[in-house]
Each structure stands twice: as C-alpha cells, then as structure tokens.
RNA sequence: GCGAGUGUGGCGGAAUUGGCAGACGCGCUAGAUUUAGGAUCUAGUGUCCAUGACGUGGGAGUUCGAGUCUCCCCACUCGCACCA
C-alpha cells in the first residue's frame, strides 16, 4: 500500500471501477428486498452546488447502507429540465433553452460522477425530452376526460410595457424587474388540474405518514386547510322570502348585526324602499366601474348603502339593516354576508363608517372587549358571551354546537370548506411540456389525439422577452386542424407549470425506457413507494402536495396501485456561509478576500451575517475546487459531519481541513499496522486491554448503524468513529494484539464505507488484501457480549448537585449501591450533620441523596 | 399578516429522551519533533472573586433533579399557491 493518502487518485479508480462492474444497477426480479431511495432531482443550472452536494450526500450515505445491508437498491438521478431561467438565458444571451439546458446537464452530470454517488445512471432522463412529456400529455388528456383539468378565468401578473406575463418571482416591489414598469393583474382562461377534488383524502392520508415529519404534515393539513361551514337562511322582517348566507365564521352568528349583500344581488331591486332608491342607484353606478380584485382587497375604501329594508337573525331575531357593500362579490358564496363587525375587520370598518351596532360575543382570554373602546375586530379565539346557551364554550367548539343547533332547526345547514385552491397550471411560457389540446371555431377545445401525441415544442424560436408566449408566434406550431372536423385551428400556446414534471418522476424512475405508457405497472409495482425521500424543507407543502396529488390520480387513471408516493421524508436544512463584503467593491466571493483584506483594492473586508448560499451574496463555495483541492470523500464527509441533515449547515473552511485531516489520520492508522494486521485468520486476544478495546469497536458498530438506520444522525456516527480511531490510536499493547487490532481496523473502514466510499474500498482491498468489494458487500454487525461492562461510574447528586462518583460492580443492588453512594468522602462532607431526608436511586446511572 | 421551525463555550455541534451540560470536530495555549515552515504527536481549553459558585435566547412554573416538560416574551430562518 501506499505510505500517503493520494484521494484524487483512488476517487478516480474506483469510481471507474464501480461503472466498469456496474455496481450500481438495479434490477427487478432479485430475491432481496428492494429500497428505493430518492433526493430531489437537480434544475440544471449550469453548476452543482453545496445544497447539491449536501443533499447527494445524505441520500448516498442511506443508499449504500441499505445496499451492505442486502436491499436490493433503486437509487436513480436525472433532471428537472424545464423551467424559466433557461428561458431568460435565451432572451438575455442568445443561446437556445434546449442548448443551454443540454449543456448544464452534460456539466453537472460530469460533476455528481465526480462525487461517487451510487447512482444507477441507466436510468436517467430529463423532463424537457420528448420521450417523457409525452406521457405527461397523455395523463393531461386522460385527466381532461374525467373532469380533473379544466379551463377557467383566473388573474396574472402582466407588464403592460413588455406585453409579457410575470412570474411572482419576477416582480419586485409591484414592478417589473426587466422594465420597472408597474405590474397589472389580467385576467385569462388558463388550465386548472382539480386537485379539491383530492382535498379531504389529502387531509385524511397525512394521519397515515408516520415517516413523515410532523412539521410538514401539520404545514399541508393547514394548507388545506378544512373548516366547517355553514350556509345560514336570514328571513326577511317583512316576508318569508330568506336570504342565503354562507360563512366559515358560525360561532359569531349572536354577533351580526347586519346584513351586507353584493350589489348584483338579485334581492338587492326588491329590498330597496322608495325612500332608499336614489341613493341605491348612485352606489350601483359607482360600483360597476371599481375592479373586482381591487373591490376586495384589505385596503381599498369599504363602502357601502342602506337599502331601507330589514331582516332576523335567526338564533336571537335580532332586527338587521340591510345593506349593499362594495366588498361583497356576487360570485363568492351566495352574495351575501353576514355582518359581525367585533369578530370581522371589513364588518368592523364598515359599521363605524355608517354607525351601526357591536355585539361582542368572543371574549380572549385575559382581556375584556368592549364595543365602543375597540379599534380593530377580534378575530382570533376564545370564550362564547351574548350567545345564550352557548356561553362558556370556547369559539371553535361552539362552530360545531351552533352548526348543528341551525340544522336541527331547520334554519342552515353545515358545508365543508377547504383553503386549498385548484392548481393553475397555465404557464405562458417556451420551455415547458405544451399543453395537447386545440382550439377549433366550430368545435371548440378540442384534446389532442393521443396517436398525435407527442406535441413537440418547435425549435425555431425569436426570444425576445416580450409580446407574450414565444410559442404563439409561430406559426407553424399554433397553425394546425381540427382533429374532429378537419378544419382549420390553432393550438394552445400555454405550457404546464414545471411541478407537473416533478409530480411523477418517481414513477418514472422505475421504467425510464417504457414506450407502451407513462408507467409500466409491473415495474412500478415492484419498486414503489419510495422508500425514503430526501430534499429540502422548502418543498414542505407545493411539491410534495402535488406529487401526492398525482399519485392518487395515477392510482384513479388505473396506471398505478399506491395510495402515496414516499413512506419516509427527510428534509434537510439549507447550505449557509458567512458574507463579506468591501466598502467599494461590494459583495466578495471567498477566493476574493486574502487575509481579511479585499484583492482588488486591499481595504478590510466587513464580514456579514452568516445566509443561505446564493450567487447574489458571493457567499458560495464551488465544489470543483474543493474536490480538486481535497477530494470528494473529504467534501462529503464535512456535508455529513458538520451539522444533522435537517438543521441548516454553516459552511466552514476550517472544519473541511479537520476532515481532510481526520481521513489522513485513518490512512496513517492502516498503514503504520499494516505489517502487523495481514493475517486474517487471526482471532481477537483476549486480554483486559484487548477486551477494552473490542468493547469500544462493538460500541461503535452499535452506534454508527442505528444512527444511520433510526434517525440520520450521521454526524454523532462520524463523531463515534472518529472516537475508535482515537481509542486505536492510544492502544499501547499494538504488537501483542493483532487479532484486535485487525478487527478495530476493519471496523473502522467498513463503517466509514457509506460516508467515504472511495478511500474505504482502497484501504479494504489493498491494505486488508479483501478481494471482494465493500459497496456491494457486508454491513459489520455488533457482538452484545463484547459490549458488557463489569464497572460502572456512579454519579452521586446531594440536593441535585454532583458531588462525587463512585465505581462499583455493573450487578451491584440498590442497597448496596445507596451505602457506597452515602460513604463516598466528598458525599459524607456534604450530608454531614444534615437529615437525610430521601435517596433517589436510578440504576446503572445515578444517586440523589435530599438532605435538609 | 398567516402557517411551520430554530436558539447550548471563541465557532460547528453532543447529551441513552427528565439524571455528570459541552461528546466529536474547529480554533486557541504550551510542549515534543523538524534547518525552517508545513505536517504529525502529547497535554490543556465554558465563565468567575475557584475545596466553591454561576452557566443551555429572556422571564416565570412543575420536579428530589429541567438544555429536555408547561406558560409568557424576544430574536432569527423557511413557506404562502407563476422560482425551483
């Protein structure tokens, strides 16, 4: 072997070494157990990054352990090729979104090969290939045909200057972030998918994934965000006619003391008294020419007008005015609002603006509201008042009681409502998968057939950044004909929204090469679910809801036979470093700061606060030098040890040199016993020292495998590894012990095989003479006898203060161990002339002795 | 604003889940080795008025015992439906 660790070499020989045996490939059919792993797909961006690099790591660590535990692993990578900044290469560079996006991918694959990841790289693809969107078109046209995609109005982001549709990302302070032009909400008929439809399984699955965090599961149950409604009737004090009311808010009924209504309601002719009609007709007229998002918004000016009639609040017959208000919108609900100005900010302004009455029926806790001293409304929760027999409940209680208290009479009925909109998935955009249907004068939208499919996006695009979708000039893409009547018609020029491709890549990953459908069942079957997946915490509820979503809808299309797409879900924390800056130079990349000083003009560089990793700080480092400086193993073992997965990971030269450092120091353990250690049929000595030291290698192994199996702590298990190497390093009896000393150091190369493959497989085969190879072989297991101790060291407390320790036999009883806590001098010192007044035993660990 | 998190030495982080706070690593100090530097090895390293006291963002509480449980407050991070 050799003296020194060279990691750029050995990185490279196994790594073609992996490929050349095909390590890595998954196949169907085995007798093992499969486990398919998943990380998030990339965005080619041109570069991999430390978000990247971190992300890989983790995921490889699990994909190699669960390989050397014998699953059969899926563990596959390829790319999420669609997307704006492609497109915003094109209008500002010229380049082509397929050449742009080609090139990143031929790049960053270059790059994660660089890594070692046991990816099966057969199986790779990008989503801006035909071969795959195609089948996205074709679950589009299913989905239409049952209903679950349908085309509404709904309101963008547009730039009157650019005559282009901005994405929220590209809108700065309400302007365009080309032009600075003010950004105007448009209305458009664009592509929904029904995912509302899905809402109450949604909800009822997150109880069913306990692989999940609590804290995304908690995030997606709000977000759907089920409520129970009601849908009140109001009679008229005049007639029986009623007024139809819906409200999420039926704990406040006691406290309405007016009714507001849309000015289209069509009660709203009828109501008004001839006392009333001018002044109703004014507001009518004003209020057809004020926008209906503006109408709505929280500052825009409530008005409103009395229409002179009045009508019963059903639960106490409370006379209420009723009045016409701006704020009120005919296509929302019935049209109609039931006004409760203590508990409702709208209703709140509107009845001091015109003087009407409060009645505060949610008292908060510790604070008395009073009508005239308040200044906003209360709309959080509570305890019930003025509401009869519903007094004392608390508010969300009191939802269910008084829903149930208007149904049995006869006077409302309860409705289930969700937050969770239908997904728009319009894009008007080039580089995305485009929408299969066609628009005909005479048959109108008509799907694309799926013997046509794919519809492929058309290469010979102007990219300009204006004018709209590039995709709708041209002409020879939205000129096509009717597929029913054959007459002339043009296509949609809309592309989906990128989370449409991501919404079942996982499927796909288990027949990349299918060409019968989007999925082959069989296959799919035999891999999924997913059995892990990892990515970051910033996908918490959109992604992953989507991906759900589409899930069950595949299950729904019959294409599919799960229920959800990832058993366990792990989410890590962000890559951060600090920031520097110069006073006249600004932001500074780290290359560009030398000893504290700025390279360019040699003022002293400010350091700033320590932020995720983005290219607009200069607070990032390129994993190309640092492998290139220190090899990949040294940069994946820093990404594992310097933080746990989901805590965010301050990013630190320093800390990479002590892994650079601590992987030279394994090498140099090997090699200095490597004469001492070539028998392998010795068998571990038993001696004290010996059995010290194999109790220190089986405690490790314990360890290591049940950090990474039960909880992802890979850098507790780095930290218990290191710890062996220490242990081996101060082992003085070496020469007397080399079936020990064996042992110890294929313990260490073996456990340190799923973070640092690279120089694990070189120390194995080299320096421990194992033909066979570590990936695809065998996970170490733990021996409990090596791990029983005779001694234990007793912590002795007086008052809950440490105040001495003793040693005493592992199977010492509770008795003895009291006297031998109560005789230990430092102990007798501090109870000396006190009463004992109990003794707290914990055994195997500690002694409390309360004195007084 | 709404929803979800995080907060422990000079720094990154540990703590068998209510039982020795600071494992492991970085940094720092001293010594050894070396022509020197680097590398390596050994020892030390929470703070202070130091046989002890104090100490896990701040404040209160439960307990024999709290980083861990409860309540209130503060600071920061992520998501909020067209970034991916």
């Known amino acids: 072997m050799q003296e020194r660790y060279n990691a750029s070499l050995i990185e490279q020989k196994w790594q073609g070494i992996w ?41 490889d660590v699990v994909a190699r352990f669960k390989a050397m535990q014998g699953f059969n692993v899926l563990h596959p990578m390829g790319w999420d090729a669609f997307g704006m900044p492609a497109e915003n290469a094109a209008i500002q560079h010229g380049t082509h979104p397929a050449k742009w996006t080609s090139e ?3 790049n960053m694959r270059m790059q994660l090969k660089r890594m070692g990841f046991s990816y099966d790289w057969d199986r790779e693809f990008a989503t801006c290939h035909a071969d795959y969107y195609r089948w996205e078109q074709l679950i589009f046209l299913k989905m239409l045909e049952r209903g679950l995609a349908y085309k509404k109005q709904s309101t963008v982001n547009w730039c009157p200057d650019c005559q282009t549709v901005l994405a929220n990302e590209q809108v700065e302070d309400n302007c365009c972030w080309r032009c600075d032009q003010e950004v105007v909400p448009k209305e458009l008929e664009q592509w929904f998918f029904r995912i509302t439809e899905y809402a109450e399984e949604l909800l009822e699955f997150t109880d069913r994934l306990s692989g999940w965090p609590e804290s995304v599961l908690t995030m997606q149950r709000n977000w759907i965000g089920k ?58 007229k004003k209020v057809q020419n004020q926008d209906k998002i503006k109408r709505t918004s929280d500052e825009y000016e409530k008005e409103g007008v009395f229409t002179g009639s009045y009508c019963l609040n059903p639960v106490n017959g409370n006379r209420m005015p009723i009045y016409i208000a701006n704020f009120v919108l005919m296509d929302y609900g019935t049209g109609a609002v039931m006004a409760v100005p203590t508990h409702d900010q709208r209703d709140f302004d509107f009845a001091r603006k015109y003087k009407l009455p409060m009645t505060v029926v949610i008292q908060p806790e510790g604070e008395l509201l009073e009508p005239a001293a308040m200044t906003e409304a209360w709309t959080g929760s509570g305890r019930m008042i003025n509401s009869e027999e519903f007094d004392g409940q608390e508010n969300e209680t009191a939802k269910i009681t008084i829903a149930d208290a208007l149904e049995a009479k006869k006077c409302g009925k309860k409705t289930v409502n969700y937050r969770l909109r239908d997904w728009g998935v319009s894009r008007q955009r080039y580089w995305g998968t485009p929408i299969p249907v066609i628009y ?20 010979d695009i102007v990219f300009t950044g204006e004018g709209g979708s590039p995709l709708a000039q041209v002409d020879s893409f939205t ?21 449409v491709e991501s919404s079942w890549y996982f499927a796909r990953y288990t027949c990349p090469d299918d060409v019968n459908g989007p999925v082959d069942k069989k296959k799919a079957e035999s891999w999924l679910p997913v059995d892990q997946y990892i990515g970051g915490i910033e996908h918490a509820v959109m992604h992953l809801l989507y991906a759900r979503f589409f899930t069950k809808v595949l299950r729904d299309l019959g294409l599919m036979d799960i229920d959800e797409p990832f058993t366990n879900l792990l989410t890590q924390g962000m890559v951060c470093m600090e920031t520097s800056s110069c006073p006249t130079h600004g932001w500074l990349y780290p290359e560009e700061v030398d000893a504290g000083k700025c390279t360019q003009c040699g003022a002293d560089v400010k350091l700033g606060r320590t932020e995720k990793m983005s ?23 820093f990404s594992l040890f310097a933080a746990p997965p989901e805590k965010d990971l301050e990013w630190n030269e320093q800390g990479v040199e002590g892994c650079s450092r601590f992987l030279n120091r394994v090498w140099r353990a090997v090699y200095d016993n490597h004469a001492l250690i070539q028998d392998p049929s010795v068998k571990p000595e038993v001696t004290d020292e010996g059995r010290n030291l194999r109790r220190i290698v089986h405690r490790t192994i314990k360890k290591v495998t049940t950090d990474i199996d039960d909880s992802f702590h890979f850098n507790t298990a780095i930290a218990a590894i290191m710890e062996l190497v220490n242990a081996i390093y101060a082992f ?22 799923p ?3 690279h120089i694990a497989e070189e120390l194995w085969s080299t320096a421990l003479g194992h033909e066979d190879r570590l990936s695809t072989g065998c996970w170490p297991r733990w021996d409990e006898a090596a791990l029983v101790e005779a001694q234990k060291l007793i912590v002795v407390q007086v008052n809950g203060k440490v105040r001495g320790k003793v040693t005493v036999p592992a199977d010492i009883s509770e008795d003895d161990l009291k006297q031998a806590a109560l005789h230990d001098d430092n102990v007798a010192r501090f109870i000396d002339g006190m009463t004992v007044r109990k003794v707290i035993v914990i055994p195997g660990r500690l002694v409390n002795v309360v004195v007084a």
Request: glycine content about 6%; some cysteine.
């Open 104 to 106: 990143n991918i031929e």
């Open 755 to 757: 973070f640092v493959p």
């Open 615 to 637: 290219k607009s700080k200069k607070n990032v480092v390129d994993p190309d030098h640092l492998i290139k400086q220190y090899g990949c193993d040294t940069a994946r073992l």
């Open 732 to 753: 003085e009896r070496k020469t007397e012990h080399p079936g020990v000393m064996r042992e110890a150091l294929e313990t260490v190369v073996s456990l340190l095989t």
């Open 227 to 284: 409520s129970i409604g009601c849908e009140i009737d109001f009679r008229l004090e005049s007639s029986d006619v009623v007024i139809k009311v819906f409200t999420t808010r039926q704990d406040t009924l006691f406290g309405a003391t007016f009714m507001s209504l849309a000015p289209e309601h069509p009660l709203v002719a009828p109501l008004t008294t001839a006392a009333q009609q001018a002044e109703v007709a004014a507001f009518l």
């Open 19 to 59: 490929e050349q045996e095909q390590s890595f490939k998954a196949t169907e059919g085995s007798q093992r157990e499969k486990y398919y792993l998943l990380e998030m797909f990339p965005y080619p961006s041109g570069r991999i990054h430390m978000g990247h690099v971190r992300n890989y790591s983790i995921g």
């Open 440 to 459: 005909c004068d005479a048959c109108g939208v008509v799907p694309v057939p799926e013997a046509q499919l794919p519809v492929v996006l058309p290469t």
């Open 479 to 499: 000129q096509t004909s009717c597929p029913t009547c054959n007459g002339p018609a043009r296509r949609e020029t809309d592309t989906f929204d990128t989370f």
